[in-house]
């Protein structure tokens, strides 16, 4: 009992004495530490909302005002259009993924004729055991082998090819044989259809028959028959060639060294554009047309132009980076040849999608994308106005249409200088 008296009046004292030492420190913690971190955020909050409230106002108004607001659309349309412009200047439609190996495998099949052998280093295969018996899936030797015949027959055939275009110099004559083509003979020779037409007289639409005899020029050009008053440089520019080239090709000493009804051949050689027939105004029709020659009669009858297909609305024209005509349509409308022709391609083209393309003689062609269904082949020897197949989107299109081109030695036309 005495002792937890003494406890009693002892502790107090005891009390004081250990709490002495935590009071300092607490004190100097709240003073010196907790007092200035209380003082600081303050401040901070009392400045944030000093210049938070004025600067809130002012972003909502430039943002809630109706100028600025169309000032930012406009900004981000502009900025898009910009965007599209410089990534497309340079592209167009026949050249786009060219270097890719679908439009390789589509549009040029030969690029995959060359086959290289490539000697792989020689990785030991172990066989697959399987029921208590041995299966191999690699026989190397049977591959090699293989390999070695296919390069063989390549490799005769590129020899063969050369042989029957590079390295002949003269004229020479193709008798026609049971099932040969027009398009299929200038093909043998490495030729294109226009230079077999203009060297025998023929067109688009003349028949062949077995026996008879075709001029096979040794390169693309025109042959013609030397006149009197002609020149070298006249020949060269009616027919857009170069004078050097017919001097040497024809081992010529000079320009002068011309002789009356001599064949010349005119290397790169195209024939005169077709005149272009435009629409006359009412006023011309009710006059006295001028006489005109036999010849001139035939030869504006025979560019003859119809729409190419069964909708008259157009979406987009030619220029500006577009190299033709873009016509509206559905599944249901039909396209068809713009003029008389042969069918000289018909299937995928990268940009194009499905593709037909025509040959009309004296250096026109006319091309006709996206379609839908293909009714024709190659070779088929078309009028003016024939079904060639159905509109559609194929491509690079945005919605079903016809894109409808006409090209003339080489060049891009537009085709409303041709059909109305």
Known sequence: MQGLVFIKQQSPALFQ??????????????????????????????????????????????????????????????????????QYTNVRAEDFGK????????VEPDAFERIEEIRAKQIPVSPLRYNNSYTVFLNEQIERQNLQKLSELVRSTDIAQIDNSSSRTQVIIH???EGDTLIGIAKEYGLNLSTVLWANNLTVKSTI??????????????????????????IAKNFQAEGEKIIAYNSLKD????????????????????????????????????????????????????????????TQYYGWKHTGLD?????????????DGIVTYTGWRNGYGLTVE????????????????????????????DILGKTGT???????????????????????????
């Open 255 to 314: 320009a002068n060294a011309l002789k009356i009804n001599q064949e010349l051949l005119v290397p790169g050689g195209e024939m005169p554009a077709p005149v272009i027939q435009r629409p006359t105004s009412f006023a011309k029709a009710l006059q006295t047309p001028p006489s005109r020659s036999s010849s001139q009669i035939s030869s504006s009858s025979s560019s003859k132009w119809v729409w190419p297909t069964d909708w008259r609305v157009i």
């Open 358 to 385: 025509m040959d009309h003689g004296n250096g026109v062609k006319t091309r006709y994308a996206h379609f839908s269904k293909i009714s024709v082949n190659i070779g088929d020897v078309l009028s003016a106005g």
């Open 327 to 339: 016509v509206d349509g559905d599944l249901r409308t039909n396209n068809y040849a713009a003029a």
């Open 394 to 420: 194929t491509g690079r299109s945005t919605g079903t249409h016809l894109h409808f081109e006409i090209i003339i030695n080489g060049k891009f036309k537009n085709p409303l200088d041709y059909i109305r």
């Open 209 to 234: 028959r077995p026996g008879q005899s075709i001029k096979i020029l040794p390169t693309d050009g025109i042959l013609y028959v030397v006149k009197k008053g002609d020149t070298i440089s006249e």
């Open 99 to 106: 270097k890719s190996l679908l439009y390789q495998a589509m």
């Open 17 to 86: 004495k250990l709490y002495r030492p935590w009071r300092v420190l607490g004190r100097f913690f709240v003073r010196f530490i907790c007092l200035p971190i209380y003082r600081l955020l303050f401040w901070l909050k009392r400045s944030f909302f000093f210049y938070y409230i004025p600067t809130k106002k002012q972003i909502l108004y430039i943002f809630s005002h109706k100028i600025m607001v169309h000032l930012v659309v406009v900004t981000i349309v502009a900025v898009t259009l910009s965007f599209h412009f410089f």
């Open 175 to 177: 008798e026609v044989l």
